[in-house]
């Protein structure tokens, strides 16, 4: 027996649920009193009506529980209540695990969603007696103690067998876990409307009785979830196709399919109404009240589609309904030799199309039988015999019993192989739903094996809830009364036994014997049955008695013999065997060999085989049981017949029942297993969780149920077992193991709750960090992305890839709403609804007709559009800043870069006129990131020792990249020789524009040779010899005087004065100066100071004459340049060969800091300083280059021109000093070739 539900929500040992409702009554009541405040909705709360649990009543006799049971059913309770109330309270009664059901004949508000999940996780006590319960207990018993169960449901035809099983398959589909069950569950839920299609009738005392019985076996998994389902088959009434009485019906497909056909499917098959077919019509019964035909045919349909069954396999289906229906259309006619003769031709003709037959076949088959003689053991003649017409009219209705019955089977097949388990299979539920016990005015062989079956159910009930019950009270010596009950054993073996001969043995007996003649086979049954002997039986002529569990029962020995050959003829397998579909072959696979010795088995001999089939599967499990009663024959839902009931209640045993469950007990298990199961209980057998009891575990067992302060007379300690009497005494066993683990769960959650504070303290001081820098952290994110793209193929700086930097982005805020960021999206022409992701300072190679190409300062521009780049120039005294090159992003098919650590790239333009832009820009990294972003990494990244681009459409060019050990700056470009930078870089970093953590001054770095003039004038490089300036007396610090007020309110520059006296704290190449004033420190224009040189010690060496000064040396960047003729008047040397262009990279070169931008003191400067410039002559406006962009970190402050080149010069003196000067500005700006003559000049 196995153990009971425990309680998952229960307050006490056995307290009923609605207890936890007024326990929290009471707490809210508070005052300390423990006594709840009354509630005024409990005076319309429904009384209960009589007992829930039948074992409370006062009296037990069948008069008593038949009285109680019409209490419950006239107070609308088909289910009694449990013995606690409850406020949904449904209609069913108990008897220890056993529920009575009373079939209400209408349909109740208690089967919804609500009522369903109500039931779940509570235990049988806990909630009113249910089909749910039952359920939901057969579910837990089978995850908690991994025990097969079952469930059986027995009662007379009417009873709500059917009903009842519907409800344990609603519930376990429902309740049910698993990942991807969804479709077992659906497919397990459409076997109910498909197989009560084809196997429910309406009869006299059920509209939608089950006319054969089916076991369903449900699948789960490890977990509990159904994986897979079985049905196993019993005992179609096969016989209902052919005929039934008046007020009944065939099958319920029968009738779906006539109504609910479509016009597509009535054409095809010849479909008319139930009225036009003499199976349907013959009991005139074509409508029931309660029944929608046309409805169920969709739901069938649907049933179909769920459980996978194709739209060929339907076609097949319905052409073999609709064949059986027009075989029973065929009529005959008695010729005047007494043969028969088929009346009406085109109905056979119509039915071999169905068929897919010869119609001669059919015509043949139907109204003769072929013979065959045998003459010692041998084949003789063969005869065809003629048939009259009840002989053709049985063989047609054999044939159209045939089809239906194997197609019956074929549908079990076909769903059983779509819900085959396709996962491995732990533990099954069963539910068996079988014909009620059977006794009408005339019952024939289909009677004598429904009841046998229904005998054999009860003889389970009688083993497992009486008989073993007590059997093991006596064998384990517990004290006990024994109970007197009747073993309907007896009945059994009066039907199955052979030895001595039971009815069935007499049966096969008499049809073993050579009779053709059906009549004569009867008499011999009638002869062998007067040798039966048993009080159960009696012979009474062409009839005979059995005293079944349920009543005495007169069964009709005619036709019996016929009905238990259950063989088809040979004739009618012929015809099959010929037909041209091979769905109706399918359907009879196997045929009997002609040349066997061997009896084929009986219809008899195949139902005891299946019901001792299914008793074995059943006693394999566990069971539960639900005992059907119905209470009236009209199907009335207010009637309520006593003395049929009573008769019920008689032959289902239910007051013997009830005397064992009362006096025996709830709760019994072996003793290791209640030691394992309760050990925690006692302080004696379990410290911390661990079991420490060192005795036997009888010992132990009677210890743990000492400790826990059980009454000694709740139970006994048997051989083997322990016994527990009463289920409110196991759940509260159940219910103190709960509450140990409470308790040490109680320990772990304030644990877990002091980290949940902690780990919430830490996530909101991380949420503010983040609410503050979730923006960096969006621009850092950025820039890992970018360190992906090049990482791996190109040398990085070693900061670039350790600093924190975040990739800005709009560094001279372009997208931003300043004055200068407008005016530059304004001379690109960026629209309003173009958003600009990347703008910098940049230097574009410009290659130039007869000059090397030289770099030349742009600002390069990136949109979720284009790439644009613009320049700036002086015009009409002005500078302008205009778009130079626009770049579709969708026209960019790669970007290159070198392998090195430099600042080059080339932007593959695709087919443009003007080639592809090769740049230098800090930010690369930051560019190609974005490039990348906006592309969807459409733009392919090519990285290696060379950058190929088109410098004109059809003009192919590529630059070289080295390393130069003597180069100190991070790159520099040269048209000639290729030299390589240092390899460890110095570390360096300015900082955004402020004045704390200022670096020291910048060492001196080296410049490589400039390139030397074509011309002979060009003078010899400055040789050591030469006497440098004094150097200033070492103790005096240099200072330096402003020539020019500065005003400016950017972040780290200083403003100046004219005349300021200024301390030069850091001397920077790109033309901004840290400078220190009054203790303060701060950026300015190096071009706006002038060095105010110390008292010499000594006078210097005066410089040269202007008239032997050499000419200035020509610009080495511009290879394509015309050559001036010397001053001796000869021609220029002959141009040189075309070099590959080469950057140097410095591998030691500093990173950027690129925390500042550009300020718009550096703009005004610039245009000062060329008004200047073209006033004096000195430059010309289409000469000047624009701002200088140059690569140093300048590029985050405001950049320096001519014009502020020009102020310097007007403070030196020397040739040498203006020769180095001018070689540095065009490496470092740019200069071009007029305006290194204008210097010159000035």
């Not at 902690?758 to 996530?763: F, H, I, T, V």
């Not at 090519?942 to 991070?970: C, H, M, N, V």
Request: proline share 6%; aromatic share 8%; glycine share 8%.
């Amino acid at each position: 027996m196995a153990p009971t539900r425990k309680a998952k929500a229960r307050t006490g040992g056995g307290a009923p649920a609605s207890s936890s409702a007024a326990g929290a009554k009471r707490a809210k009541a508070g005052g300390g009193t423990g006594i709840a405040k009354a509630d005024w909705k409990e005076g319309f709360k429904k009384k209960q009506a009589g007992v829930s649990d039948m074992t409370l009543l006062s009296t037990i006799s069948n008069d008593a529980i038949n009285d109680n049971l019409k209490k419950r059913f006239e107070n609308a309770e088909i289910y009694a209540s449990s013995p606690f109330p409850h406020p949904t309270s449904d209609h069913a009664t108990y008897i220890g695990h056993v529920l009575i059901s009373v079939n209400p004949f209408r349909m109740l508000p208690i089967y919804t969603d609500e009522v369903l999940h109500s039931y779940r996780g509570k235990n049988r006590l806990e909630m009113a007696p249910h089909v749910y319960a039952i359920a939901e207990s057969a579910y837990y018993h089978m995850i908690s103690y991994k025990e097969n169960q079952c469930v059986i449901i027995s009662g007379e035809s009417g009873a709500g067998k059917t009903e009842a099983a519907k409800r344990i398959m609603q519930y376990i589909a429902a309740v049910a876990g698993g990942q991807g069950i969804d479709g077992v569950k659906e497919m397990v839920l459409a076997t109910n409307p498909l197989l009560e299609s084809f196997g429910c009738a309406k009869t006299l005392r059920n509209n939608n009785s089950s006319r054969h019985g089916k076991y369903l076996e449900i699948e789960f998994d490890d977990h509990g979830g159904p994986v897979g389902a079985v049905i196993t088959n019993y005992l179609l009434e096969k016989n209902r196709v052919t005929g039934q009485i008046n007020s009944e019906r065939n099958f319920h497909i029968f009738y779906q399919l006539t109504k609910g056909a479509s016009a597509a499917q009535r054409d095809a098959y010849g479909l008319q109404g139930p009225q036009a077919y003499a199976y349907t019509s013959k009991s005139k019964c074509l409508e029931v009240p309660g029944i929608d035909d046309v409805q169920d045919w969709a739901d069938t349909l649907k049933a179909m589609d769920v459980i996978g069954i194709s739209k060929q396999e339907q076609d097949d289906m319905l052409r073999q309904l609709a064949a059986v229906l027009w075989i029973g259309n065929v009529q005959f006619g008695i010729a005047d030799d007494g043969n028969a003769f088929v009346q009406d031709q085109t109905v056979t003709e119509f039915v071999a199309y169905l068929l897919e037959v010869d119609a001669t076949l059919v015509n043949k088959a139907l109204t003769s039988r072929v013979m065959e003689t045998q003459r010692g053991g041998r084949r003789g003649s063969v005869y065809e015999v003629p048939l009259n017409p009840a002989q053709a009219s049985s063989v047609r209705d054999a044939l159209a019993k045939a089809i239906y019955n194997n197609l019956f089977d074929w549908i079990v097949e076909r769903v059983n192989k779509s819900m085959k388990a396709k996962a491995p299979t732990s533990h099954i539920i069963g539910v068996l739903d079988i014909y009620g016990f059977e006794i009408f005015d005339t019952n024939q062989f289909e009677q004598l094996c429904i009841n046998y079956v229904n005998e054999k159910l009860q003889q389970i009930f009688i083993q497992l809830t009486l008989k073993t019950e007590q059997e093991e009270y006596v064998r384990e010596q517990i004290k006990w009364t024994p109970i007197d009950y009747f073993n309907n054993k007896v009945v059994c073996d009066l039907i199955e036994e052979k030895r001595p001969p039971g009815v069935f043995a007499a049966l096969n007996d008499a049809c073993a014997t050579a009779h053709a003649d059906p009549t004569a086979a009867d008499g011999s049954f009638v002869q062998r049955l007067g040798g039966v002997s048993s009080p159960q039986f009696e012979s009474r002529g062409s009839k005979f008695l059995v005293r079944h569990y349920a009543g005495d029962v007169m069964y009709t020995v005619a036709g019996m013999t016929d009905k238990n050959k259950d063989v088809l003829l040979k004739d009618l397998l012929d015809l099959i065997a010929s037909s041209k579909n091979r769905f109706l072959q399918g359907l009879f696979p196997d045929r009997p060999d002609p040349d066997s010795k061997k009896r084929p088995p009986t219809a008899s001999d195949k139902i005891k085989a299946s019901a001792n089939a299914l008793v074995e599967k059943l006693m394999r499990s566990q069971p539960s049981y639900i005992r059907t009663i119905k209470p009236n024959q009209n199907k009335s839902p207010t009637e309520y017949d006593s003395k049929a009931i009573l008769h019920q209640i008689k032959y289902l045993g239910l007051q013997e029942n009830i005397r064992v469950r009362r006096a025996g007990f709830a709760y019994r298990n072996s003793f290791e297993k209640m030691v394992e199961r309760f050990y925690l209980l006692s302080p004696a057998t379990s410290y911390a969780g661990d079991y420490i009891w060192q005795g036997d575990s009888r010992s132990g067992c009677e210890r743990i149920l000492r400790d826990t302060g059980i009454a000694k007379e709740e139970w006994q300690m048997g051989t083997t077992k322990a016994f527990i009497k009463n289920p409110e005494t196991l759940f509260a066993l159940e219910h103190m193991r709960d509450r140990y683990w409470h308790n040490m769960a109680s320990r772990i959650q304030r644990a877990w709750r002091g980290y949940l504070r902690y780990r919430d303290a830490c996530a909101r001081k991380i949420q503010r960090f983040w609410m503050s820098k979730k923006e960096g952290i969006a621009l850092a994110a950025l820039r890992d992305y970018g360190h992906q793209v090049l990482g791996g193929r190109k040398e990085r700086r070693r900061y670039s890839l350790l600093s924190m930097r975040r990739f800005q982005g709009d560094y001279l805020g372009v997208g931003q709403a300043g004055p200068q960021g407008q005016s530059l999206r304004s001379s690109a022409g960026i629209g309003s609804g173009e958003a600009v992701v990347f703008s910098a300072r940049a230097q574009l190679l410009v290659s130039k007709l007869g000059r090397s190409s030289k770099p030349s300062p742009r600002y390069l521009i990136l949109s979720d559009k284009a790439v644009y780049v613009l320049i700036t120039q002086v015009v009409n005294g002005r500078a302008s800043t205009t778009l130079e090159r626009k770049i579709p992003l969708i026209t960019i098919r790669s970007i290159g870069f070198s392998q090195l650590r430099d600042d080059w790239f080339a932007i593959n333009a695709g087919i443009s006129e003007e080639g592809d832009p090769l740049l230098h820009c800090y930010f690369k990294t930051e560019f190609v990131t974005h490039l990348m972003q906006r592309t969807n990494a459409a733009v392919q990244v090519l990285i290696g020792p060379t950058i190929a681009y088109a410098k004109k459409k059809d003009k192919q060019a590529q630059i070289t990249f080295k390393k130069d050990e003597s180069i100190r700056k991070d790159d520099v470009y040269k048209s000639s020789s290729k030299p390589m930078g240092r390899a460890t870089p110095q570390a360096r970093t300015l900082p955004s524009g402020g004045s704390s953590s200022i670096p020291a001054a910048p060492a001196v770095r080296a410049q490589a040779p400039a390139a030397p003039s074509a011309g002979r004038a060009a003078p010899p490089p400055p040789s050591r010899s030469a006497a440098p300036p004094p150097p200033p007396a070492a103790p005096e610090k240099e200072q330096w005087k402003a020539l020019h007020n500065f005003e400016t309110n950017q972040p780290g520059e200083m403003a100046l004065k004219k005349d300021d006296v200024l301390d030069v704290v850091t001397k920077d190449d790109g033309g901004w100066w840290l400078v220190k004033k009054a203790g303060q420190e701060g950026w300015a224009p190096s071009n706006y100071l002038q060095f105010i040189p110390p008292k010499p010690r000594a006078a210097p060496a005066a410089p040269a004459a202007p008239s032997r000064r050499a000419p200035p040396i020509a610009p080495a960047a511009a290879p394509s340049a015309p050559v001036p003729q010397s001053a001796a008047g000869r021609a220029p040397a002959a141009p040189r060969a075309p070099m590959a262009h080469s950057v140097a990279a410095d591998p030691n070169a500093a990173p950027v800091s690129v925390f500042g931008s550009g300020g718009p003191g550096g703009l005004a400067a610039i245009l000062a300083a060329k008004r200047a410039a073209a006033e004096n002559g000195g430059l010309s406006s289409h000469d000047s280059p624009a701002s200088s962009t140059g690569n140093s970190p300048a590029n985050s402050r405001p950049g320096s021109g001519l014009g502020g080149l020009k102020c310097l010069l007007c403070c030196l003196q020397s040739t040498r000093v203006l020769t180095r000067l001018l070689v540095y500005y065009r490496k470092a700006h740019g200069a071009t070739q007029a305006g290194s003559q204008a210097i010159t000049r000035t």
